[in-house]
């Protein structure tokens, strides 16, 4: 059977005293498996069962249809006969408990009756068209999404797989998802009788998928008790000494949250603002964290205060009283409003001190912000249904341009961007066990970016991502021709990390035979960019190499080595000193420069701008006057930065020679995520021919810079 799970008081490990929320008593699973053992109830009336379903079910939804709730109850009632839990609890007291969960965080109608089914095509002999035929399309296709396939079918690979279904139903329905945590959670709430192997297995799937997945879609009501589930099973002895931290702040005989929560009450009250002030606890593991953070804890670490308002902007008026009539601590001010997180969570958050040291972390939103905070992508209700519900939502659905979606296609327009890229690169995944460990990395990244295109368009991207994920994020395997990148205007490495905001233009190459380098691998964090650089280069094992050759195997004849240049154009004003030109900054006519005295009577000369003359000045080293003089030959040395690509040398030493100037030295280092850099030390037999020189290397198909040499070096 598909949830394992036990009696809450069949010993095992500690579980979290989580607080219920809206005061609701626990649903008594012993009294459910009575009242289900009696079979159903007449068809006018709803079974006693679902009582407590039907009472959380009108809180949210008052006017809703109870009928498909009595007609699932009684399928899944009479399918479920007979079966037991491993607690000894009847069956149906597991689905009942799941649809509490998801009623209590307001899920429509459609949702509940797919979650009181959802074991029964896993585990009965009910079938997928019978849930069609007595429920609609809808239901048929939650059910179908939250079902297990089979071991027998796919043995190691049965939960992967399994997985792997569950995502690709909810890129089409996040309903799916809502429901496999539901499940999860009441399985994880009754998991004491498991082997302890088995619990620490769950455990670890649990926090490794299904809590950074109820994170992303917003859950946090769900999230933060799995959190401390999975807490008290992982870390046992870290989970009993933080709960011995909260019993004994529970016992103190005061309470400065609430003082200070009584304090802000009453500004609000002078400033005419209508707000509800409320104590909110933390989790287990939410003190954990803070004390982790903070060391020893102080009553108002305890908690946090909400504040709860009617409009968008009595949140920031109630935030301009507290920082106006209390001390902010201005490093807690963070704007989620303005700049939503990307599971759709909005709230103001700051923090207020007392004198005393005490801070109170406060957190201001909407009344429907909050319902949106707990309840995520489960408070957006059926996100098909037109503004007047119909008898059959799919039959409904329209795509954005109001037309109908095609043959078996679904349009969800709640599914959020880093669903969409999961989907994406779950089809290349070559096999179940890449999937899977792709996966955990993919969730395990829980900050979101977002990038611009040129365009105007945008890209969504984990924190972390570098140019190598944009440009594979925007062009799939085409990205294999990319062959450079501006970032906010720019040139950048493509290993640069990018942040929040930065603007990417991809830079993509024409020639056919550009292909991706094997370092883009030690730069690629999304699962989309690795496992398609991955495929190419087990594609073509012998064509990942460089480019170009190392400088050694290409070095153009010279007429010696590559030795400091003349300086036999310069006067200086010290008779038979020796001159010659830094290395560091290459100066030719008519730079500024300056000179200084070294050892052995030789006077350096420097470039004015040069970073070594602060560095000389600031030794107490003299400048010496120096002056360029009549001749107007020169040698220089320029860096050319490339794109690599073949007989891109070639090409640049003919221009090179094209422009009348001599070579002394050339030089190429080994390529470096596809950029080449050329060092040349050329002969110009005018300085002033020096900038048409650089247009014509510039020109060179794939060379995007050329500059002069100017070393950061502290020789002389």
Same mark, same amino acid.
């Given at each position: 059977?598909?949830a ?9 490990p ?17 009294r459910?498996?009575r ?8 068809r ?19 006017d ?11 399928l899944?009632?009479s399918s479920?006969r007979?079966?037991m ?8 007291t ?19 009756t797919?979650?009181l ?7 009965t ?9 007595e ?15 089979e ?23 996040v ?6 945590l539901?499940?999860?959670l009441?399985?994880?709430?009754t998991?004491?009788v498991m082997r ?11 926090k ?13 009501a ?5 959190e ?9 002895e ?6 011995e ?24 009250r002078?400033?005419?603002l ?26 108002a ?54 004198s005393?040291g ?35 939502p ?6 954005g ?29 070559p096999d179940?066990?890449?999937?899977w ?26 924190a ?20 450079g990148?501006?970032v ?26 550009s292909e991706?380098?094997?370092e883009?691998l ?7 960019? @690795?496992?398609?650089? %991955?495929?190419? =280069?087990a594609?073509?094992? /012998?064509?990942?190499? +460089? $480019?170009?050759a190392? #400088? ?24 038979g000193a ?8 290459t100066?030719v ?16 000369v420097?470039r004015?701008?040069?970073?070594a ?6 030794v ?18 320029l ?27 050339a030089?190429v ?5 596809? @950029?080449?850099?050329h %060092?040349?030390? =050329?002969?110009?037999p005018? /300085?002033?021919?020096l +900038? $048409?020189?650089m247009? #014509?290397?510039r ?8 500059s002069?040499?100017?070393h ?5």
């Open positions: 059977m598909s394992e799970a036990t009696n809450p008081a069949t010993p095992g500690i579980t979290p005293a989580v607080q219920r929320r809206r005061g609701r008593p626990r649903i008594d699973l012993r459910l498996g009242a289900a053992l009696l079979g159903p109830a007449g006018d009336r709803l079974p006693d069962a679902i009582g407590h379903v039907v009472e959380a079910h009108r809180a949210h939804h008052p809703a249809d109870l009928d498909p709730l009595r007609r699932a109850y009684v899944a009632e479920h007979g079966q839990r491993k607690s000894g609890e009847p069956y149906i597991h689905p009942l408990a799941v649809t509490l969960i998801l009623a209590e965080l307001g899920a429509e109608t459609t949702t509940l797919a979650s089914l959802h074991d029964t095509v896993e585990d002999e009910v079938t997928l068209d019978q849930v069609r035929a429920f609609g399309e809808e239901v048929r296709y939650l059910v179908d999404g939250v079902t297990k396939l071991k027998v079918d796919y043995g190691a690979a049965a939960e992967p797989e399994t997985f792997r279904k569950m995502l690709v139903a909810t890129g089409s329905d309903r799916v998802m809502s429901i496999k539901a499940d999860r009441h399985n994880m709430r998991l004491g302890p192997e088995k619990q620490e297995r769950i455990a670890k799937v649990t490794d998928v299904l809590i950074p997945l109820a994170e992303r879609l917003g859950v946090q769900l999230k933060t008790e799995l401390d589930l999975v807490f008290a099973i992982l870390r046992p870290e989970y009993a000494h933080t709960r931290l909260i019993v004994e702040n529970s016992s103190r005989t005061d309470d400065p949250l609430a003082e200070i929560a009584e304090e802000v009450r009453g500004v609000l002078e400033s005419g209508q707000a509800e002030v409320l104590i909110r606890p933390r989790h287990f593991v939410s003190v954990h964290r803070v004390s982790r953070k903070r060391g020893e804890l102080r009553g670490d305890f908690g946090r205060l909400l504040v709860l308002v009617n409009e968008d902007a009595d949140c920031y008026g109630v935030l301009g009283e507290l920082h106006t009539c209390l001390t902010p601590v201005v490093s807690e001010f963070k704007d989620f409003i303005a700049v939503p997180k990307f599971n759709l969570y909005q709230s103001l958050h700051t923090a207020v001190a007392r005393d005490q801070v109170a972390e406060v957190l201001i939103r909407t009344h429907q912000m909050h319902k949106v905070a707990e309840a995520g992508v489960i408070a957006l209700g059926n996100p098909y249904a037109s503004p007047v519900d119909s008898v059959d799919v039959e409904e659905q329209t795509v341009d109001g037309s109908r979606p095609a043959d078996g296609e679904r349009a969800d327009p709640t599914r959020p961007g880093w669903l969409s890229r999961l989907l994406d690169w779950q089809e290349a995944a179940p066990d890449t999937f460990s792709t996966l955990r990395e993919d969730l395990a990244q829980d900050r979101e970016i977002t990038v611009f295109r040129p365009d105007g368009g945008t890209l969504g991207l984990p972390g991502a570098s140019c190598v994920d944009a440009a594979y994020e925007q062009y799939g395997e085409d990205a294999h021709a990319c062959i990148v501006r906010n205007g720019r040139l950048a490495r493509l290993s640069t990390v990018l942040s929040d905001g930065d603007t990417v233009q991809l830079l993509m190459g024409q020639d056919p035979a991706p380098s094997r883009w030690e730069h690629a964090h999304t699962p989309v960019a @690795r496992i398609a650089i %991955t495929r190419w =280069l594609a073509h094992p /012998a064509s990942a190499a +460089p $480019a170009e190392p #400088a050694e195997t290409r070095r153009p004849a010279a007429d010696g080595p590559a030795a400091r240049p003349a300086a036999a154009d310069v006067v200086v004003d010290r008779p020796t001159v010659r030109l830094a290395g560091c900054c100066p006519p008519p730079d500024a420069i300056t000179g200084f005295s070294v050892r052995g009577g030789v006077v350096t420097h004015v701008e040069c970073a003359v602060e560095r000389m000045k600031s107490g080293r003299a400048e010496v006057e120096v002056r360029w003089g009549d001749s107007s030959e020169c040698r220089v040395t860096f050319a930065e490339s794109f690599g690509r073949p007989h891109l040398l070639a090409d640049l030493t003919e221009a090179i020679a094209l422009e009348g100037v001599a070579i002394v030295s030089t280092e080994p390529p470096s995520q596809q @950029r080449v850099r %060092t040349y030390t =050329l002969q110009l005018d /300085a002033a021919h +900038p $048409a020189l247009r #014509a290397m020109n060179v198909p794939g060379v995007f810079d050329v002069r040499a100017h950061q070096s502290t020789t002389t």
